[in-house]
């Protein structure tokens, strides 16, 4: 969803240049006004091999950890929270997403040498699992917030509900994706020796289009989520905060930490993107060319952050919850990986726990406790 592959090279063709032809033409749009003489194209001291060997990284682990998560939640024969169900859909969201890492990692190396389709359907792809998965935490945040703060009941259409609820997410994540996948194309760039994967958008409408694209993504694809998590949980915090049960501190605290991961990993991106969206739509004008250098190094780096989330959420909605734990102890030792001994020293463990917490616990708290997020 934000791959913006050379948008710094873009700034820099001749202006008047169509974004759909080859980038023959000069670079005079930008000056150094110190020295005056046009900006590279290069950013200088980039370290490309490191990002795509940290991107691979992000990739195992992503791949790693989802896929456990995706393995128990299915693997789970009766008994699935809805909770549950969206997690297992944010799983999959992210491991979609992480798919694409492997690519985008070889473009920021060697760039773009896998065709026109690819571009596209891996542009696609990851769009549409951002916005999948930023639409399911708002629905975990939701469903949590039913769960304790209303203490709903489960009913016996419950499940069906969630799952079509799922559907319709990936459905709108999908239309919202199509933009994307159209303009998105290989172009060739002479001054830089290499092609790339970008959004070719021609005549004039193109500026009103990238900022509606842009607008859209920010919204929908951050802000309008964020919204939601924030009155969820916050409502969520203020009940368990006037509950009397000794794990109130550890669910408040799993539930700030949830917030803050996605914060922490999407703002700063979401925030310089505004930036970079501005100085190329001319409303915010930039003097020197290292300004250009370090808004284009930031642009990089909080994207490799953003990208990081796929990769943290096993750990925060998954690994964090003892019954999660407990059943991945269980399916090792289905599968002989653990013995005995030490799959039930854990269950036992947890089963105590989670006892003596539920006779002390009101419904609304019970209902906390039979999810694996918290």
């Not at 590279?40 to 950890?65: A, D, E, K, R």
């Not at 917030?145 to 203490?151: D, E, G, N």
């Not at 501190?249 to 999407?266: F, S």
């Not at 003892?322 to 030490?342: A, P, T, W």
Request: glycine share 6%; net charge neutral.
């Amino acid at each position: 969803m934000y791959k913006r592959c050379c948008d710094f090279y873009m700034l820099l063709v001749t202006e008047g240049t169509d974004f759909g032809q080859e980038f023959s033409g000069t670079i005079t749009s930008i000056y150094d006004y110190d020295e005056g003489a046009p900006c590279s194209t290069t950013l200088p001291g980039f370290n490309s091999l490191g990002l795509m060997i940290t991107y691979f990284i992000v990739f195992v682990f992503s791949i790693v950890g989802n896929g456990i998560v995706v393995y128990v939640v299915c693997y789970m024969k009766k008994g699935k929270a809805s909770t549950n169900i969206y997690l297992m859909h944010l799983a999959m969201a992210d491991l979609l997403f992480c798919l694409t890492l492997p690519f985008w990692a070889v473009d920021v190396h060697s760039g773009w040498i896998f065709g026109n389709f690819l571009c596209k359907l891996l542009s696609g792809f990851q769009e549409a699992s951002v916005y999948s998965g930023v639409i399911l935490l708002a629905c975990i945040s939701v469903e949590r917030y039913f769960a304790i703060v209303r203490a709903t009941h489960v009913l016996s259409s419950h499940h069906l509900l969630v799952k079509v609820v799922c559907s319709v997410v990936w459905l709108v994540a999908g239309l919202l994706s199509l933009p994307v996948v159209i303009q998105r194309e290989s172009i060739h760039a002479e001054d830089l020796g290499q092609n790339i994967c970008y959004e070719n958008l021609t005549g004039e409408s193109s500026d009103h289009w990238r900022v509606s694209i842009s607008v859209l993504r920010h919204t929908i694809g951050f802000f309008l989520p964020l919204l939601v998590m924030a009155v969820c949980y916050g409502w969520t915090v203020v009940t368990l905060f006037h509950t009397r049960n000794q794990q109130k501190q550890k669910a408040m605290c799993v539930i700030l930490a949830v917030v803050l991961a996605y914060i922490l990993c999407w703002l700063p991106h979401n925030i310089i993107v505004l930036i970079d969206t501005l100085i190329r739509g001319g409303s915010l004008e930039v003097q020197t060319c290292e300004t250009h250098y370090t808004v284009e190094v930031i642009l990089k780096v909080t994207e490799l952050l953003a990208f990081m989330h796929c990769a943290v959420n096993p750990v925060l909605y998954a690994f964090i919850g003892e019954k999660f734990r407990n059943q991945l102890l269980l399916v090792l030792y289905k599968h002989g990986l653990i013995s005995k001994r030490l799959q039930m020293a854990y269950r036992k463990s947890f089963v105590t726990s989670a006892g003596s917490f539920r006779s002390r616990s009101n419904s609304a708290t019970i209902a906390e406790s039979e999810m694996f997020v918290l």
